[in-house]
């Protein structure tokens, strides 16, 4: 959770799409105590991960390139995008509904070629849980000791990795308002990137046209496909 300036709201970050979103002050006021735990629009059931599917585009609109909707195989994700970094593991997950059925997908890419990749699916999860094992994944690909940047478009992933994790190994594993969702996943995580110093953990922006990040996505998404 973060601050805000005084009198504006507080500022958290919402459990199912990663993103932040602001609570005014006088909502707040209202509930003593209160912990939002997701973000208005996921509530209505409209944020990152149902937004698209809610409602068709106007005007028969095709879908934005490389989204999820069109779950593009891999060689077309190829030839579609050259956007972003060259280097480094890209990583992705995904359950669709949330929960539901999902899948995830790590490639680890030196000078933008594919030298190792990985993905798998498991018949009832949750996107986050999905965004953690692709990291997971991630890690193993890289050889002990190369440097590498793991880059995921989940910001609870990265906010758990970089800001939260130390204090909650400070009391238990345990935090202030309740239980960490995925522990077991988050101690090993955390655990292999401590004793892995040369992996580092950055967001970069979902379905935005970086190359490597739909490539993960396509990986997330293949076990929905005949053809990889």
């Known amino acids: 959770m973060s601050e805000t300036p005084k009198g504006r709201g507080k500022g958290f970050v919402c459990q199912e799409c990663g993103g932040a979103f602001t609570v005014s002050d006088q909502i707040l006021g209202r509930y003593p105590g209160w912990q939002p735990k997701t973000c208005f629009p996921c509530k209505n059931g409209k944020g990152k991960a149902g937004a698209a599917a809610a409602s068709p585009p106007r005007g028969g609109a095709r879908p934005r390139a490389g989204s999820r909707e069109e779950n593009l195989p891999v060689a077309s994700v190829l030839a579609r995008h050259t956007a972003g970094p060259k280097d480094g593991v890209f990583t992705d997950g995904a359950a669709d509904p949330n929960p539901g059925p ?16 990985d993905c798998g699916h498991e018949p009832h999860t949750t996107n986050n849980r999905m965004e953690l094992v692709a990291l997971i994944a991630g890690c193993r690909l890289v050889p002990p000791g190369t440097p590498a940047v793991l880059y995921t478009d989940s910001m609870l992933c990265v906010n758990t990795l970089t800001t939260w994790a130390k204090g909650w190994e400070a009391r238990g594993w345990k935090r202030k308002d309740g239980p960490i969702a995925n522990l077991e996943l988050v101690k090993e995580l955390y655990g292999t ?36």
């Not at 899948?103 to 990749?117: C, I």
């Open 193 to 228: 990137l401590r004793s892995r110093p040369e992996l580092s953990v950055r967001w970069v922006a979902a379905h935005s046209g970086i190359r490597w990040n739909e490539y993960a996505d396509s990986l997330a998404t293949a076990y929905r496909r005949k053809v990889r």
């Open 102 to 117: 999902g899948g995830w997908g790590a490639v680890y890419v030196v000078g933008d070629r594919a030298v190792a990749e």
